[in-house]
């Protein structure tokens, strides 16, 4: 148990579909990640929130929405996906002035049919 | 272009001998380098971490050692486990926070 729960731990959504995955930490950490790994690929980075304002957002398509509602809570809220964004979506946590020692959940899985 | 590279997708090692996993970079602009460790099923565990401004960090049976002149970094584990069979990331880090990952090497620790 590293203390980052995400839900649901898998989701199959259609291309018109509108779902959020959640991500909740009980490490008292203030900044918080989503990666997303697609097969054969390495862990990407999406976005970053520090003290919940969003500091980063690595070139993420519109259609993934973050949502930041406190330190412990963080949401991607997914629209109009397409089969390509069928990955695993990992959620991350850290203290902000040590973000390089992040707590990973377990992720979501997602299949965009 | 790969920033962080993992030329080694699998190391085989015998229980009770030293694992050496390797990683190289191209940015010189990172500040921090990590060691992760995964089980299937599992998100990444946070390992070990080293400073830009340092050489060696030492956590009980994992080393990490880091050659700025060759953009390289590599993880020690001694002596190794059967447990300590996963995938293991190399990453590297911003003070922004921002990650970037290498594909992964699977080591097998034969019992």
């Known amino acids: 148990e590293t203390g980052v729960t995400q839900t649901p731990r898998h989701l199959v959504m259609g291309m018109t579909n509108k779902k959020s995955l959640k991500c909740e930490q009980h490490?008292?950490?203030?900044?918080m990640y989503w990666y997303k790994q697609s097969a054969k690929k390495p862990l990407e980075l999406m976005f970053v929130?520090?003290?919940?304002?969003?500091?980063e957002n690595n070139s993420v398509p519109s259609r993934f929405s973050p949502e930041c509602p406190n330190s412990s809570h963080l949401f991607l809220h997914l629209h109009t996906l397409q089969p390509e964004d069928s990955a695993l979506y990992l959620c991350a946590s850290s203290p902000v002035d040590r973000p390089y020692e992040q707590y990973f959940g377990p992720g979501t899985r997602l299949t965009v049919t | 272009d790969q920033q962080v590279k993992q030329n080694s997708p699998s190391l085989s090692v015998q229980e009770g001998r030293i694992s050496i996993l390797n990683c190289d970079y191209t940015n010189s602009m990172f500040d921090y380098f990590l060691w992760y460790k995964k089980y299937p099923a599992e998100g990444p565990t946070f390992l070990i971490s080293i400073s830009s401004i340092k050489d060696k960090n030492e956590d009980g049976r994992f080393t990490v050692f880091l050659n700025k002149s060759a953009k390289h970094l590599s993880l020690h584990i001694v002596p190794s486990q059967p447990g300590d069979s996963a995938v293991y990331f190399c990453?590297?880090?911003?003070?922004?926070?921002?990650?970037?990952f290498g594909d992964g090497t699977t080591l097998t620790v034969k019992p």
């Open positions: 990453a590297a880090c911003t003070n922004a926070g921002k990650s970037t």
């Open positions: 929130y520090s003290l919940e304002e969003r500091v």
């Open positions: 490490l008292g950490h203030n900044a």
